[in-house]
């Protein structure tokens, strides 16, 4: 009898233990491109989210509760990260964070909706506000506010009359392009060539050569990490003199490791940048992330790091742990970096959780993407 009752105490400090546990801390979802095709973004995203994670945790957590955080690899399969949302959300998890590939955000941003979890994602196809899903939040502007911003750059700066555009034919690129056409129409410059391309491709000879027959002003590249990186070796390659222009994805880190000197002189308008050092909060996360990870952060670590802190920004004014209040008090809000210095930069959301914040031109030179100019929110 002794040792029956003992076992059962045992049984029972065992499960009031975790039951404890459980409730000093709070689980949030990483759901990310670990591996696959976006590993490139998948991985800064997760480390910048470590990072802000880390100092969540040692400022008391959220609400006093430490942040345990999960990581589920999507592959970069839409399928599976549809499947990885429900299993973090099956696992306790008050938000998801990921993922950033809009192919697999349009997937899985339903599971989320359905349960009520908020989620915030590093996907910049316009599609993903237009749904009129609640629950779904960027971490950076999508791309029919990013491409207009480079209007003014290709008609008043380069004074380009003829351009085209070099794609890649994912939910990314086709949301890109389409914005693209209409902003070029709009400002009267005409696209003489239009060169879709595909997730993976490794030979871009034949685009550049397309490219180079129609000999434009400048082209407009809109790839992901690794296709931008091939493309831009080839144009070295072939040597195509004109200007090439794009989003973030054309002069980050990664790409230009991946491209090493063929990145030179390439220009892109990106939202958010580590290279920006002349923003405090910007440069102290770029320090950290360098200092931890051995390697310079890209634009996708630091929309990790602003999707963690803004949960535990905006999960504090509403006061509980509610999915539903959650949603309802980002709708609309604006987060003062001088008030919430971890926002980094003055940042607002609208009422299909598309963001607005200053965004920044860059240009790679000697090796490393330079500031060259900053573009007010709109």
């Known amino acids: 009898m002794h040792r029956k009752y003992l076992l059962a105490l045992s049984t029972a400090l065992i499960a009031l233990s975790g039951t404890v546990h459980a409730q000093e801390t709070v689980k949030l979802g990483m759901v990310a491109e670990l591996s696959g095709a976006g590993a490139p973004s998948g991985t800064n995203w997760r ?28 592959q970069t ?96 690129g086709k949301g890109g392009h389409t914005v693209f056409l ?19 491709q490794t030979d871009y000879a034949a685009d550049i050569a397309k490219l180079k027959q129609a000999n434009p002003d400048t082209v407009f590249v809109y790839m992901n990490q690794e296709e931008s990186a091939r493309f831009l070796i080839e144009a070295k390659k072939q040597s195509l003199a004109m200007p090439l222009v794009g989003e973030v994805t054309l002069t980050e880190a990664k790409v230009i490791e991946l491209a090493a000197g063929a ?32 390697r310079k952060p890209t634009h996708d670590a630091i929309k990790g790091y602003v999707g963690a802190w803004t949960t535990k920004y905006v999960t504090e004014m509403v006061g509980e742990f509610d999915g539903e209040a959650f949603s309802e008090k980002m709708h609309g809000l604006c ?16 009422a299909t959780g598309e963001m607005s914040r200053p965004s920044f031109m860059v240009q790679v030179k000697d090796g490393a993407p330079v500031v060259i100019g900053q573009v007010p929110a709109n």
């Open 263 to 294: 990145a030179e002189g390439a220009i892109a308008h990106v939202g958010v940048t580590a290279t920006a050092t002349e923003i405090p909060g910007i440069a102290e996360f770029a320090k950290t992330f360098e200092e931890t990870f051995k």
């Open 182 to 200: 209409k902003e070029m129409e709009k400002a009267g410059i005409e696209v003489i060539a239009d060169v879709p391309s595909e997730q993976a």
């Open 47 to 74: 480390d910048g989210i470590k990072i802000a994670v880390e100092e969540i945790n040692a400022d008391g957590g959220i609400l006093g509760k430490k942040i345990e955080l999960g990581e589920y690899d999507t």
């Open 335 to 350: 987060l003062k970096a001088a008030e919430h210095p971890k926002i980094l930069l003055d940042t607002c959301w609208d």
């Open 77 to 172: 399969d839409p399928q599976v990260s549809r499947a990885l949302v429900q299993k973090a959300i099956d696992d306790g998890a008050y938000a998801i964070l990921g993922t950033i590939y809009s192919g697999s955000t349009l997937v899985n941003m339903l599971v989320a909706q359905q349960n009520s979890v908020p989620q915030f994602v590093g996907s910049e196809s316009p599609a993903i506000v237009e749904k009129g899903n609640p629950y779904v939040f960027r971490t950076s502007s999508g791309a029919q506010k990013g491409i207009p911003a480079l209007t003014t750059y290709f008609k008043d700066t380069l004074k380009a009359q003829k351009v085209a555009v070099a794609w890649v034919n994912n939910e990314f």
